[in-house]
């Protein structure tokens, strides 16, 4: 009978990570997906360039996307922004005071009314249509950064 015991002297596979957990782990930090896939360099590269792409569109007078009904393509700028994870909650609180992701339905809401304002004002800024582009730009580059993880995580990529 062979003996089922394993080899001391063997190497040991490590167990594989799940693909998902780099994923979310870049969600949650731009390029903290890669620096658990031990690509450290590129890492804070990609860090430095989403981060610093989020600050220019937030400095530059731009707003994170609402959600509207008569606008369809409002919900895949309203879902980039998304992408940016956790510091798109900076965005919205300092361009919409708040989390908000779409305006209140009665035309009489003061909340609505607050928001427009807040909206307005923004838009009167000179670089706003740059800066919401910027914002737009930095939730596109974490999205491809989280399928680059995926990539390297399940080895299509090395």
Known sequence: MPDTAPDPSSPQ????????VPCVLAWLVPGLGHF??????????????VLATFALGLFSGGTSS??????????????????????????RKVSLGGLVY??????????????LSRLRERVRHPTY?????????AGLMN????????????????
């Open 36 to 49: 658990s896939l031990g690509r450290r360099g590129r890492a804070f590269a990609f860090f430095a360039v």
């Open 102 to 115: 779409r305006l209140p339905a009665e035309e009489s809401d003061p909340r609505r009314q607050q928001i």
């Open 66 to 91: 609402l959600a509207d009904e008569q606008q369809p393509l409002s919900y895949l700028a309203t879902f980039d922004n998304l992408a940016l994870g956790p510091i798109e909650v900076i965005a």
């Open 13 to 20: 596979t490590a167990p594989a990570v799940s693909p998902l």
């Open 143 to 158: 999205m491809l950064l989280i399928l680059d993880a995926f990539d390297i995580a399940t080895g299509r990529k090395s």
């Open 129 to 137: 249509e740059y800066g919401s582009t910027y914002l737009l730009t």
